[in-house]
């Protein structure tokens, strides 16, 4: 039996940085007595798509995404209803999915984890005409997405410069969700679609989201009063946000959102949307590498 043809694609200008010097790291830590190993770097925005469709057209069995969520979502978008599984190094600000499944958020490790992970098939959404893996939304998240993509430095400092700099000023807005078995029309500061359970640093939008029960969740949230802001914030991090009354989720298949709000985020990338916004669940459509301890629990 031959060797695991792996791509190790690093993005050299995404993320925080941590990406500097991780070929050397790769080629020390990766066991090549196992792996066939062939390392690029992406050149400009969507390069890694094109790599990785190329990578599952030469047969190769795993590219590692080495870079943020951006990067992750580029080499899914390549590697997407194919035998190809993708891996990840997380060199992002927030690094949700990597966190969602298992992977160390130290580069280092994460690499050494690569010798011992199995490749399980996970759920992914269509957004309109996008690929999420992890987590979109319009409102309030969305508009920091935007915010936090034209600052000159990245990381959780920068993004709570983001959220601060804007959040007294941004009202609730008016939003028609068409679910599968329902209809409502909500006032929320922000909606979001979450196939795994965080938008990263540990900051859960749905904490029982699963990538593989063949759902997502759509969670809406009212803007919080001033003194509701200190158990919110708890709640995000302590996976309690379920508890908190001007938060509701509804477990879907497909929904359509009905909207006057054209800014959307797709796993934390800014994009523009239409008022229209038709968000459907991909079964099992993406192969990804995790640890052999967190099977059953993604």
């Given at each position: 039996?031959?060797?695991?043809?792996?791509?190790?694609?690093?993005?050299?200008?995404?993320?925080?940085?941590?990406?500097?010097?991780?070929?050397?790291?790769?080629?020390?830590?990766?066991?090549?007595?196992?792996?066939?190993?062939?390392?690029?770097?992406?050149?400009?925005?969507?390069?890694?798509?094109?790599?990785?469709?190329?990578?599952?057209?030469?047969?190769?069995?795993?590219?590692?995404?080495?870079?943020?969520?951006?990067?992750?979502?580029?080499?899914?978008?390549?590697?997407?209803?194919?035998?190809?599984?993708?891996?990840?190094?997380?060199?992002?600000?927030?690094?949700?999915?990597?966190?969602?499944?298992?992977?160390?958020?130290?580069?280092?490790?994460?690499?050494?984890?690569?010798?011992?992970?199995?490749?399980?098939?996970?759920?992914?959404?269509?957004?309109n005409?996008y690929?999420s893996?992890?987590?979109?939304?319009?409102?309030?998240?969305?508009?920091?997405?935007?915010?936090?993509?034209?600052?000159?430095?990245?990381?959780?400092?920068?993004?709570l410069?983001?959220?601060?700099?804007?959040?007294?000023?941004?009202k609730?807005?008016?939003?028609?969700?068409?679910?599968?078995n329902?209809?409502?029309?909500?006032?929320?500061?922000?909606?979001?679609?979450?196939?795994?359970?965080?938008?990263?640093?540990?900051?859960?939008?749905?904490?029982?989201?699963?990538?593989?029960?063949?759902?997502?969740?759509v969670?809406?949230i009212?803007?919080?009063?001033?003194?509701?802001?200190?158990?919110?914030?708890?709640?995000?991090?302590?996976?309690?946000?379920?508890?908190?009354?001007?938060?509701?989720?509804?477990?879907?298949?497909?929904?359509?959102?009905?909207?006057d709000?054209?800014?959307?985020?797709?796993?934390?990338?800014?994009?523009?949307?239409?008022?229209?916004?038709?968000?459907?669940?991909?079964?099992?459509?993406?192969?990804?590498?995790?640890p052999?301890n967190?099977?059953?629990?993604?």
């Amino acid at each position: 039996m031959g060797k695991t043809k792996i791509l190790v694609l690093i993005n050299p200008i995404s993320g925080t940085g941590k990406q500097k010097g991780i070929a050397k790291e790769v080629e020390k830590r990766l066991d090549l007595n196992f792996f066939d190993l062939e390392i690029k770097e992406t050149e400009y925005a969507g390069h890694a798509i094109s790599i990785s469709k190329e990578a599952v057209a030469n047969g190769v069995d795993i590219v590692v995404a080495v870079g943020g969520d951006g990067t992750v979502n580029e080499v899914a978008q390549g590697v997407l209803y194919s035998n190809t599984a993708m891996a990840i190094v997380p060199c992002g600000s927030g690094n949700g999915f990597a966190r969602h499944i298992g992977v160390s958020c130290s580069p280092i490790k994460a690499i050494e984890q690569l010798n011992s992970m199995i490749a399980c098939d996970i759920d992914t959404l269509k957004v309109n005409d996008y690929l999420s893996v992890n987590v979109s939304g319009l409102g309030y998240d969305a508009f920091i997405s935007h915010e936090f993509a034209k600052m000159d430095s990245r990381g959780l400092s920068s993004y709570l410069k983001a959220i601060f700099g804007s959040y007294f000023s941004y009202k609730n807005k008016l939003y028609k969700l068409s679910l599968e078995n329902q209809q409502e029309d909500v006032e929320a500061f922000m909606v979001t679609f979450a196939n795994s359970s965080q938008f990263g640093n540990n900051a859960y939008i749905a904490p029982r989201a699963s990538v593989q029960d063949g759902y997502f969740s759509v969670s809406t949230i009212a803007k919080p009063k001033w003194y509701q802001i200190p158990y919110l914030t708890f709640a995000f991090f302590t996976k309690r946000l379920d508890r908190c009354g001007i938060y509701k989720a509804y477990d879907c298949q497909s929904c359509l959102v009905e909207h006057d709000d054209t800014i959307l985020h797709v796993d934390g990338e800014p994009v523009v949307s239409g008022n229209k916004l038709q968000v459907k669940l991909q079964k099992r459509s993406l192969k990804v590498m995790i640890p052999s301890n967190m099977i059953n629990k993604i």
